[in-house]
């Protein structure tokens, strides 16, 4: 999910403790725009786990860092991002791969490449609306014997705990993992609207 952090997005870290406690969540990966200062932030203060993650915006598409220490910028190569993402012992996600407007842009060869360098892949997310590029993605993660996971892509208050996994307590990366594997995806699409509210968001950002 995101905060205040992403240009999109306008839920402040008080917002999120408050929508995740009466969600029931126990454990969240905040993925703000560019920037690991909101993950951090709540990391801190949250009365539950918090995975420090970040999306990076590179010219392929978008890749996730995981367990992340620090920001690695954007507008850098999927490769140099990969390995920062590496260097702080973070895990490497690739998060709607296949999204039509959102998803990484590598024709066949590049993306058998990638998925060596991967350690999990996004086969689920609730903003995106249709079926095809979600069944896509896991097949992918599938082929490549990748664990799949799945978020809400929370942007606003109201889409925190439509999708989630259930899976066991972890501890660190490599048990966050292991744990993954046992998890079982409970998914709900959000409503297409809610990018109304994103699009609007970055606007008044903008300006």
């Given at each position: ?28 990966t905040i993925s703000d725009h560019g920037t690991v200062e909101g993950a951090l932030k709540l990391q801190a203060?949250?009365?539950f786990k918090v995975i420090v993650a970040e999306e990076i915006l590179t010219p392929s598409g978008e890749i ?125 699409r959000s409503s297409p609207f809610v990018h109304f509210a994103t699009t609007w968001t970055k606007i008044k950002?903008?300006?």
């Amino acid at each position: 999910m995101h905060t205040e952090f992403s240009k999109d997005c306008e839920m402040s870290l008080e917002t999120v403790i408050e929508c995740c406690r009466a969600a029931e969540l126990e454990c969240v990966t905040i993925s703000d725009h560019g920037t690991v200062e909101g993950a951090l932030k709540l990391q801190a203060i949250a009365p539950f786990k918090v995975i420090v993650a970040e999306e990076i915006l590179t010219p392929s598409g978008e890749i996730m860092g995981m367990f992340l220490k620090e920001m690695v910028p954007s507008h850098i190569s999927i490769e140099e991002a990969i390995s920062r993402i590496k260097e702080q012992d973070g895990l490497v996600c690739l998060p709607h791969p296949f999204d039509p407007f959102r998803g990484i842009k590598l024709n066949n060869g590049k993306l058998a490449e990638l998925a060596e360098q991967l350690d999990l892949v996004e086969v689920f997310n609730a903003r995106s609306p249709l079926p095809g590029p979600q069944n896509k993605a896991k097949k992918f993660a599938a082929k490549y014997n990748l664990p799949g996971t799945a978020g809400s892509d929370s942007h606003t208050p109201k889409e925190i705990g439509r999708t989630y996994v259930e899976m066991p307590d972890f501890d660190g990366k490599d048990d966050f993992l292991r744990a993954l594997h046992e998890g079982e995806i409970v998914q709900h699409r959000s409503s297409p609207f809610v990018h109304f509210a994103t699009t609007w968001t970055k606007i008044k950002n903008r300006f």
